[in-house]
């Protein structure tokens, strides 16, 4: 099966900062809308940000926003997540998806999700 490899994640003092990836092969990013999601055990999948690449337009969900930095590398295929000032609330599984259109990649029409990368911020 075709999925998303995302990678970068670890462990980390709150007010610090990684830099997530997300990659494939199979497809080229350019045409899709790629989103991050992340989820802790007990709660709810939530989307983090998006990007669509055929414009460039973004999205960030509110308690992120002025922290978190989404970009897309089209030579490397790739999308990143640039985390800063990270906190607590912030530990979870982060998982990248794509989809053709936004309402696709919300709705979970996409199967590309993969196994995440694991980021947890200690207090």
């Known amino acids: 099966d075709v999925q998303l490899q995302a990678s970068g994640g670890g462990l980390v003092q709150a007010g610090g900062s990684l830099r997530l990836s997300c990659t494939t092969s199979?497809?080229?990013?350019?045409?899709?809308?790629v989103g991050w999601f992340r989820q802790a055990p007990g709660k709810e999948r939530e989307g983090v940000s998006y990007i669509d690449n055929r414009d460039g337009a973004t999205w960030y969900v509110d308690s992120v926003k002025g922290r978190f930095t989404i970009s897309s590398d089209s030579a490397k295929n790739t999308v990143y997540l640039q985390m800063d000032r990270l906190k607590p609330e912030d530990t979870g599984i982060y998982y990248c998806?794509?989809?053709?259109?936004?309402?696709?990649?919300?709705?979970?029409?996409?199967?590309?999700w993969g196994q995440g990368t694991q980021v947890t911020v200690s207090s």
């Open positions: 998806n794509m989809g053709r259109w936004l309402s696709t990649l919300l709705s979970g029409g996409g199967n590309y």
């Open positions: 199979a497809f080229t990013f350019n045409d899709y809308v």
